[in-house]
T-cell receptor, first 113, second 113 residues
Framework: DGGITQSPKYLFRKEGQNVTLSCEQN?????MYWYRQDPGQGLRLIYY???????QKGDIAEGYSVSREKKESFPLTVTSAQKNPTAFYLC????????????FGPGTRLLVL | AQSVTQLGSHVSVSEGALVLLRCNYS??????LFWYVQYPNQGLQLLLK??????LVKGINGFEAEFKKSETSFHLTKPSAHMSDAAEYFC???????????FGAGTTVTVRA
């Protein structure tokens, strides 16, 4: 089955700790995205990548980092600099055409201990 | 810059009644418009999208939306609500020249028996 997988489903972070969220897609999509979702605020873009080895900051990149070494993978690291990391994190991917749809993974919920 | 406003953060309807979710957009270029649905603790699923052509767009699960350029609107409707329609709905705007989408804050739909 083609799709997007995110792991883990739940992640707990201790103060001062960096954690990495995994996102993998087998849709052969060029573009990948990370969003943060908080209640009542919709989805906010953290980072996106249009092609391997390239990525751009979104609207709320501070305290986050990404890499795009492989087409199918776009991991997100939540660093200790992100002071309010508790949220639902969604990964998405999109084909290269301009009318292509963004498809979403099932999400990872990050909680702070 | 593009943006979306969803009118009403919560909508409650009776089973069998009309579902109407309002979305207004702002865009300096011809918009691409999307409606997504999200069930609790899951990712987003595409309901329908408008890019070009016919302004009345039909989607999955009996939903449809009409693009009205003069009103800068893309309201989502379903003639008869079902209990399974209880979810959160997001409107989003993009364009041919932008890999990114801008999402509204979401509307939560409750269906009363």
């Amino acid at each position: 089955d083609g799709g997007i997988t995110q792991s883990p489903k739940y992640l707990f972070r201790k103060e001062g700790q960096n954690v990495t969220l995994s996102c993998e897609q087998n849709l052969n999509h060029d573009a990948m995205y990370w969003y943060r979702q908080d209640p009542g605020q919709g989805l906010r873009l953290i980072y996106y990548s249009q092609i391997v080895n390239d990525f751009q900051k979104g609207d709320i990149a501070e305290g986050y980092s990404v890499s795009r070494e492989k087409k199918e993978s776009f991991p997100l690291t939540v660093t200790s600099a992100q002071k309010n990391p508790t949220a639902f994190y969604l990964c998405a991917s999109k084909g290269s055409g301009s009318v292509e749809t963004q498809y979403f993974g099932p999400g990872t919920r990050l909680l702070v201990l | 810059a593009q943006s979306v406003t969803q009118l009403g953060s919560h909508v409650s309807v009776s089973e069998g009644a009309l579902v109407l979710l309002r979305c207004n957009y702002s865009s300096s270029v011809p918009p691409y418009l999307f409606w997504y649905v999200q069930y609790p603790n899951q990712g987003l699923q595409l309901l329908l999208k408008y890019t070009t052509g016919a302004t009345l767009v039909k989607g999955i699960n009996g939903f449809e939306a009409e693009f009205k350029k003069s009103e800068t609107s893309f309201h989502l409707t379903k003639p008869s609500a079902h209990m399974s329609d209880a979810a959160e709905y997001f409107c989003a705007v993009g364009s041919e020249w932008d890999y990114k989408l801008s999402f509204g804050a979401g509307t939560t739909v409750t269906v009363r028996a």
